[in-house]
T-cell receptor, first 113, second 112 residues
Framework: GESVGLHLPTLSVQEGDNSIINCAYS??????FIWYKQESGKGPQFIID?????DKRQGQRVTVLLNKTVKHLSLQIAATQPGDSAVYFC????????????FGQGTTLQVKP | ETGVTQTPRHLVMGMTNKKSLKCEQH?????MYWYKQSAKKPLELMFV???????ENNSVPSRFSPECPNSSHLFLHLHTLQPEDSALYLC???????????FGPGTRLTVL
């Protein structure tokens, strides 16, 4: 069946370092991927997305990389800050009119001061 | 109000109670979703409404009953819940068929 997974449940980094959060997906027909950030007590917040016809997309301090050959997605956060501490989810869009997303389990990013 | 709002933010109910969760989106979207988020589990899609019509029911027990009276509002009616239904219930909205979903803050539900 379809599944989206993250490689590590927890990632701990030093403030100022770069963070890389990984995600593996199983559906090679998926055409759209999203990264969400969820802080404690809040709902998931959109960070960045990428379509399958791209392999890299950059935002403010964040970069998403897509490797369709190995079905791998990563989120890079530059100069990680304490406010980046949260759970990060990747999501994969199933091709349909309902816009259904399949979510991974999440990686908890802990930023040490 | 902007984005997606949910009320109440916290709810404690007994197994025999009836309650409703409310979601409102101010983004002009035409699709709305209910998710259940339990500890240590991925988000579980419960229901999808597209153009006010239910297009997906992800094998959710009948003790959860959704209602979408218009494209801006979504309800989840609860009755005779079980303790294992305790979780964070998240509402999201999007443009129909377009993947980016925007989430509300959730309702933390505790069933005693």
């Amino acid at each position: 069946g379809e599944s989206v997974g993250l490689h590590l449940p927890t990632l701990s980094v030093q403030e100022g370092d770069n963070s890389i959060i990984n995600c593996a997906y199983s559906n090679s027909a998926s055409d759209y991927f999203i990264w969400y950030k969820q802080e404690s007590g809040k709902g998931p917040q959109f960070i960045i997305d990428i379509r399958s016809n791209m392999d890299k997309r950059q935002g403010q301090r964040v970069t998403v990389l897509l490797n369709k050959t190995v079905k791998h997605l990563s989120l890079q956060i530059a100069a990680t800050q304490p406010g980046d501490s949260a759970v990060y989810f990747c999501a994969e869009k199933v091709t349909s009119n309902t816009g259904k997303l399949i979510f991974g389990q999440g990686t908890t990013l802990q930023v040490k001061p | 109000e902007t984005g997606v709002t949910q009320t109440p933010r916290h709810l404690v109910m007994g197994m025999t109670n009836k309650k409703s969760l409310k979601c409102e989106q101010h983004l002009g979207h035409n699709a709305m979703y209910w998710y259940k988020q339990s500890a240590k589990k991925p988000l579980e899609l419960m229901f999808v409404y597209s153009l006010e019509e239910r297009v997906e029911n992800n094998s959710v027990p009948s003790r959860f009953s959704p209602e979408c009276p218009n494209s801006s509002h979504l309800f989840l009616h609860l009755h005779t819940l079980q303790p294992e239904d305790s979780a964070l219930y998240l509402c999201a909205s999007s443009q129909r068929g377009f993947g980016t979903q925007y989430f509300g803050p959730g309702t933390r539900l505790t069933v005693l």
